[in-house]
């Protein structure tokens, strides 16, 4: 039963670029969670998805979205990256339907934004 | 914005010591949980405790939450060196279903 994957595990960009993270769930987990965790800081939520829609959002700029698909796998998009984007980026995910608390997470993508 | 912070930032024990970390938050939360990260890669979920409960236990971890204090501990018990790591709490906020805060961690070592 593989656990939740990310891709890729590393990823250099120029200020100015865009990203795409991708994010496939734990099998039978529906809901999708996205963090950016600065070095030395906690998670920070960025959103969460389920049923292929935005259900949450937390305190970052539109230059963050995010899509979900029919599989439930997800990606995260940073447009017009900053130097200050460059982070750890989680993905978690969960079952909506047995309350959502207990996420499980990946191994994360080290974004270095130059 | 931070919702919960973990107390000390630090801690470093010698292996087979007791650990006490504990978390602070500031408003009223459906279920507190506890994550370990080590060396900056994924979290893995510890023990959730909901805001009716007052103690768990798993293994060699207590959680304790005392909800008229906003606050929670956790205890590692008869450390050991693969217990190294940062610990961090999560709310689940009453008034923001589904969305977890995180606090800032505690990082722990253990001395051999």
């Known amino acids: 039963d593989a656990g939740v994957t990310q891709s890729p595990t590393h990823l250099i960009k120029t200020r100015g670029q865009q990203v795409t993270l991708r994010c496939s769930p734990k099998s039978g987990h529906d809901t999708v969670s996205w963090y950016q965790q600065a070095l030395g800081q906690g998670p920070q939520f960025i959103f969460q998805y389920y049923e292929e829609e935005e259900r949450q959002r937390g305190n970052f700029p539109d230059r963050f979205s995010g899509h979900q698909f029919p599989n439930y796998s997800s990606e995260l998009n940073v447009n017009a990256l900053l130097l200050g984007d460059s982070a750890l980026y989680l993905c978690?995910?969960?079952?909506?339907?047995?309350?959502?608390?207990?996420?499980?997470f990946g191994p994360g993508t080290r974004l270095t934004v130059t | 914005s931070q919702q919960g912070e973990e107390d000390p930032q630090a801690l470093s024990i010698q292996e087979g010591e007791n650990a006490t970390m504990n978390c602070s938050y500031k408003?009223?939360?459906?279920?507190l949980q506890w994550y370990r990260q080590n060396s900056g890669r994924g979290l893995v979920h510890l023990i959730l405790?909901?805001?009716?409960?007052r103690e768990k236990h798993s293994g060699r971890l207590r959680v304790t939450l005392d909800t008229s204090k906003k606050s929670s501990s956790l205890l590692i018990t008869a450390s050991r060196a693969a217990d190294t790591a940062s610990y961090f709490c999560?709310?689940?906020?009453?008034?923001?279903?589904?969305?977890?805060?995180f606090g800032s961690g505690t990082r722990l070592s253990i001395r051999p």
């Open positions: 408003t009223s939360i459906n279920n």
């Open positions: 405790i909901r805001s009716n409960e």
């Open positions: 978690a995910s969960s079952q909506m339907l047995a309350g959502g608390d207990e996420q499980y």
């Open positions: 999560a709310t689940d906020r009453k008034s923001s279903a589904s969305k977890i805060i």
